[in-house]
């Protein structure tokens, strides 16, 4: 009898544990289940369905997502930055969300600063150019539209100075640098050989520099916020 006893509570022990994790797994499909719904949500509030890729984190398609509505609450200053250096709003709106997703006070690893991402030397010629002292870097991390204003400015600047360069090579050069692009071009041979070499260590061994890859995401996100239409380039400003 005492046998008996033993094995029954021994069976409702298990049958106890087996429903705590039933119950356990329901509540994990259930938080995923609301995380994805949230994330389905925050994609369609973005109009961004492109970003829905099957080798994209869960915090990744979120990021993107939400790294555009921060961008479109820019779009006033975006565009009075853009006629005031005479450089497309869309490709702006896409170097923004590039360098800071727009985030005001983001900062890189290399302390480039604010939602342009300028280094000192690039923020100061940018001020000269434009009549006003250097910017300090609490302005740079707190002034969105002194920072969109100069970044502008340096995107004009380097389209101004790109001789024979495409847009794509100046957006590698807005990424990397002028001059380290300029050395690029010359170790390799040519920016097509250096691109084919980098197209390869990109979808190969890994190694490439990156900027490459900047400069197309550069181009689709462009073409993503002139589709949306919250940026709006009355002076048709679009460059190629």
Known sequence: MARRRRGIRATLARLSRSKRRRGKRRRILRARGLWLL????????????????????????????????????LAAIIEAAAREARVDPFLLAAIVFMESRGRVDAVSEKDALGLMQLVPAAASDAAKRLGMPPPSREMLLSDARLNLRLGANHLAWLLEHRGSWTLEQVLVAYNAGRGKLARWIEDAGGYAAWRSRERELDETVGGDTGALLYAERVLSMRAVFEHRGAIQDPLGLRVE
């Open 38 to 73: 949230l994330l389905t949500l925050v994609v369609a509030a973005a109009g961004a369905w492109w970003l829905l890729r099957p080798d994209r984190s869960l915090r990744a398609y979120a990021g993107e997502a939400l790294g555009i509505q921060r961008v479109e609450r």
